[in-house]
């Protein structure tokens, strides 16, 4: 079974329970079941969420070993960790970011993504439904 890494960052674990105007109602669960609806066959998800920078890195490191793509919603730290961006840039297979929320149309510090330097492609915007979409084309890709 091919894993692919969905990866949440900081705060992302209270999905569904504030601020639903801009992140909506579906909890990280919702988003799990979602992703693993999207999955082709012979693929599995794995999803993580921490609050923890280093926790992040250390599942990215890992994942060199065990997933053969990574979706991730970094939260806060899109705009901030160089450290992230270093980590994923050890990775080989596709990355994709996913923003649940339109960040170019927030405030500015939003629109600055250090990932984005290394993701393949960039979702912002369909809510949850990004994670779905992220998940299907790395199936395509490695599939
Ligand atoms: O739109 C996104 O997915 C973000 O990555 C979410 C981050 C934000 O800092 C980014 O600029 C855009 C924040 C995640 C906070 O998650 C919450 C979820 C529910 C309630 C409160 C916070």
Redesign the pocket.
């Known amino acids: 079974m091919k894993s692919v890494l969905l990866l949440n ?4 674990n ?6 639903p105007e ?2 909506g109602h579906e909890t990280l669960a919702d988003v799990e079941a979602l992703a693993r609806a999207a999955c082709a066959d012979g693929f599995d998800v794995v999803q993580k969420q921490s609050n923890w920078e280093g926790q992040l890195i250390d599942w990215i490191h890992e994942a060199r070993e065990n997933a053969v793509g990574i979706v991730i ?4 730290l ?2 901030t960790s160089v450290a992230v961006l270093d980590a994923l840039n050890t990775f080989a297979g596709p990355v994709i970011e ?4 339109q ?1 170019h149309k ?1 405030e500015a510090f ?1 629109h600055v993504s250090y990932v984005s330097k290394r993701a393949d492609a960039v979702i ?1 915007g369909l809510g949850v439904d990004g994670y779905a979409a992220a998940v299907a084309r790395i199936c395509k890709l490695v599939g």
């Open positions: 960052g900081p705060n992302l209270l999905l569904g329970q504030r601020e801009i992140y919603n970094p939260g806060a899109t705009h996913v923003h649940i929320s960040v927030r939003r912002a």
